[in-house]
C-alpha cells in the first residue's frame, strides 16, 4: 500500500509541528514572566520608596500632620475590623444561598433567573455597592458611618464571588458519595451537612479568602460611606476585661481604611507624605499575598486529604 | 431485621409462593416472595423506561437482573430503593409490593427515605465516603439515632465480618477508607449497607470496576449472603449471574423477557431473545 507521504515529507513536517509547540511554550512564558514581573517591580518599587518609613512605629503610630511621625496603626486595624464583619456576613450567607441553589432549588426559571443574577452581580462596579450601602445601611437602617457599615458593603460586594466559589466546590463533591448517603436513607440535609459540605470546606474557604483579598483593597464603596481619612484614635476593643467579655462597641465606630490612607497620602503634595504611601500599599499588597497564600495552602491541604 | 417501621404489624397477606426453586446447593423447595413488581412502569420524563415489569423477588435468594446495556436493568434497580425520586420528573406507575408489611413501594404515599432506610444498596463503583473505615460503616447507624460507643463497635465489627473485610481491616478502623484498594472498597461498600441490616440488597453492577481476583471475594461473599438477605444484583457479566444466583430475569428494552431459574435460563431459555443474548449473539 502507498503511503500517504514518503518518510522524509513526514519528518519535515513533524518538525515544523513540533516547532510550533515550542513558540507557543515560549510566548505563553514570555507573556506569564512579564506580568509576574511588572508586579515584582511595583512591589520593589514601593518598597524602595517607602524603605526608610518601615519599622514598629509606623505600624504602631496614628496618621499625624508631620509625615515623619505619621503611621498606620488606625487604617489596619480598621482594615482588620471589617474584614471581620466581611467575613462573618459573607461567609453563612453566602455558603447559605450556595447550599440552597445547589442542593435544594428546583430547576425552574426562577432560579434560572436567580442564578444568572448572581453571576452578574459579581461584575456591577463597586461604587454602586457603595452607593447602595450609603442609602441602605447608613441612612435607611441608621448604622451609620461604621465598621459595621462598611463590613457589610464589602460582604454584599463579595458575596457573588463566595456563592460561585461555593457552588463549585459543592458540585465536585461526586455523584456518587451522595448517592451512597442517601442509598442509607439520609435526608437532604444529612447529606449535605455530613457529607457535601465537610468534603467542600477547602473550596469554599478558597472562595472566601480570594473575595476578602479582593474585598481588602476596595476603595470606592467605603469611601462612598464615609470612611474617614484622618482617625487619631482606636474603635473599643471587641474583647473585653469582664463578662461575657465580648464588646460590640467597635461596630458602631468611625473608622478608616488601609485603602484610604494610602489615598490620602497619594493627594498630598508633601513628597514626605508619598513615602508613607508607598510604605502602606507594600503592607496592603503583602496583606493580599499572604491571603492568597493562606488559601493556595488551606486547598491543598483539603486536596491532600480527600483525592477521588 | 426491621428497623424503621414496626415490627409487630401482623403480615397483611400471605405472599405468593415461588415456583420451585431447582438449584443443586440446596433442596427444591418453595421459597416466599420477599417483593414483588407488577405492571411497574418508569418514566423519566418522557422518555418510558420500564415497561409493564412483573417480577417476583423470591425471599433469602439472589436474583440477577440480565440484558443489554440500556435495556434498563439499573433503572428498575433503583425503583427499589426510589433512587430515582433524587432526579425531577420521574414518575412511576404500578407497584412494588415489599412482604411481609404488604407496603407498595413505589406508592404516593411511601416515604422514598423510609425505603432506603430498609433496603441497602452497592454501587457500580466502590464509592466509600472519605472518612474513617469505622465511620464508614457506623454512619448508616449514626443516622439511626445509634450513638452508643459499645453498640456501634459491636454492630461495625459485625457489618464488617458479614463482608469478609474485618481481618483486613481491624488494625486500621481509624484511617481513611480512600486507604484501602478498590476490591476492600467495595467491600466497605457492602459491610456500610449490611450494618442497617436491610431486608433487600441491591447490588448494581457490583464487580464492573474491580480486578478478577477481588471479583471472585465479592461473589463469594454475594453467596454467603443470601442466606441472611434477600439479594437483587445486576450484571453485565452472564457468568457471574450464572455463578451467583438462584433466578435470574433477562430483560431487553424495558422489559421483561423472561424470568426463571438461573440453572433453567442458561441451559434451556423458552425464548428466543433470552436464548440470543446468552449465546452472545447480540448485547
Redesign the interface.
Known sequence: MAAVMTLEELRAGLAWRKNLDKVFVVLGLVILLTCLGLLALLFLDLVRDGGPRFGWDFLTNFPSRKAERAGILSAWVGTSMIMLVTMLVALPVGVAAAIYLEEYA??NWFTGIIEINVTNLAGVPSIVYGLLALGLFVYTFGLGQSVLSAGLTLALLILPIVIVATREALRAV?K????????????RW?VTK??VLP?STGGILTGLILGLSRAIGETAPIITIGALSFIAFLPPSPVGPEFPFLNFEWLRSEFTAMPIQIFNWVSRPDQAFQANAAAAAAILLAMTLSMNAIAIWIRYRFRK???? | MNTTTDIAAPRAETPPALAIVMDERQPARATPAKAVAEKLDFWYGANHALRNINLTIPENQVTALIGPSGCGKSTFLRCFNRMHDLQPETRYAGSITLYPENVNLVGKGVDPIEVRMRIGMVFQKPNPFPKTVFENVAYGLRLRGVNNRTELAERVEKALRGAAIWDEVKDRLGDSALALSGGQMQRLCIARALATEPEILLFDEPTSALDPIATAKIEELITELRSRVTILIVTHNMQQAARVSDFTAFMYLGELVEVDATSKIFTNPSKKATEDYITGRYG
Open positions: 428546583p430547576k461526586p456518587a458519595i451522595r448517592e451512597a448517603a442517601y442509598g442509607l436513607g439520609a435526608t444529612e455530613d457529607h468534603y486529604k480527600i483525592n477521588w
